[in-house]
């Protein structure tokens, strides 16, 4: 017997060599791809039924042959095991053939250009490919599955939301340019009823008044009152209006101004010059002196207003400001000043601050500055603190006035048309 090996760069050209050198006489013994890449193929001439011991199966098969279909479909799990049971079977089979070359058992070369014979190797290792990419495949249909239930899922949580018709989604576009918060404008939709007639934007700003908590107009301010709030929020300012419009209408004879704002350097000329100008007293209130004495001196005076210092919220001595303030008469009113240009988070952070000494009211400053008094606004309606003063200016004693909602309303309404088309001017170089 000779053996004989074959090498080429894929199995087709493999076979090609050895039909051409060979024929169709020889027996596959192997094959097998060599680490460069190259196919090789162990053939055998005259084959006696001998092979060397490396070459031998160890569980030879019995079964018979076997349409090349299913042949194929056993050689992709393993490309060799095929010719070795092909030599076993050839072994055991009975010749049949009569010619002088029968005693060797022969096979059929799988022809080049039929696919279906196409080498068993070469559709194994495609196979394994076509595995690997069905893998894949499934995954990324597993994963489209996967968000095609959430997009599902998305569009029928939307659909059981009521959507919002054209009529409130520009009322609510409206709300939002004067400042108000979306709480405030929620529920204000929500209390409206809205027919797309002219009277709904009067009919919603109407409504907005009726939130807001303002002291009644009729009663006057009288007694002990404290302004509290930040620096630079008008607290000063605020107290001086007041005290001039009540010397123009009852006299400086009962009417005193007291001072806690030993901090900064000279802070209480100001109030000194008010009472100088006005010819009411001024006091103050220091180390050496006590709030409650000097309340209890003034007690028979209509009118006492009490300046506070003006300090941040997160200054460690607005606790002994605030903690003087708790200790003072009951008869001491605490109005907090808000100014209107804050944001409203600021605006929140110093109700929740001074909220400790228990407020009666507030005063809206600064309207002439801002913007937008929606925020403003926002907070007192949220916090539920009456409104009793708005200030809108630096003249004495002409810029402060009673609070009234309406017209609270009615400014933040021209405020917000006056701010856009400033900025639309601004904006368009008009």
Partial sequence: MQIRRFRAPDMRQAIRKVRDAVGPDAVILSNQRLPTGEIEIVIALDYDGSLPSSMVQKKPSTSTFRPS???????????????????????????TDTSPKSSSPSFDMPSIEDDEDEPVLEEALSLKQNKEGDSQLHAMEQELHRVKEMLEQQRQQSSMQPKENSVEAKAREKLKRLGLSDLITSRLLDDIDLKGREDDWNRLLAHLA???????????????????????VGKTTSIGKIA?????????????????????????????????????????????????????????????????????????????????????????????????TSQRQVLKSVVDVYSQVQLDGCVLSKL??????????????????????????????????????????????????????IYGSLRYGS
């Fill in 69 to 95: 279909e299913e042949r194929r479909k056993e050689a992709y799990q393993d490309p060799s095991a095929e010719y070795f049971e092909r030599i076993e079977r050839a072994k055991q089979q009975t010749p």
């Fill in 244 to 340: 001039a419009q009540h010397v123009l209408k009852y006299g400086s004879e009962s009417i005193v101004l007291v001072t806690t704002d030993t901090y900064r350097i000279a802070a209480h000329e100001q109030l000194r010059t008010f009472g100088r100008i006005l010819n009411i007293p001024v006091e103050v209130v220091n180390e050496y002196s006590d709030l409650n004495e000097v309340l209890a001196k003034y007690a028979h005076y209509s009118l006492v207003l009490v300046d506070t210092a003006g300090m941040n919220p997160r200054d460690s001595n607005l606790e002994r400001q605030l903690l003087m303030i708790k200790r003072a008469r009951s008869s001491l009113k605490k109005l907090l000043v808000l100014p209107c």
């Fill in 210 to 232: 009726d939130y807001i908590p303002v002291r009644s107009s009729s009663a006057e301010l009288k007694g002990c009152i404290a302004f509290m709030g930040p620096t630079g």
């Fill in 368 to 421: 002439d500055e801002s913007a937008s008094l929606g925020e403003a606004i926002s907070v007192v309606i949220e916090e539920g603190l009456p409104v009793v003063y708005i200030a809108d200016g630096q003249r004495i004693p002409d810029d402060i006035e009673p609070a009234r909602a309406h017209n609270l309303i009615s400014r933040a309404v021209y405020t917000a048309e006056h701010y856009s088309q």
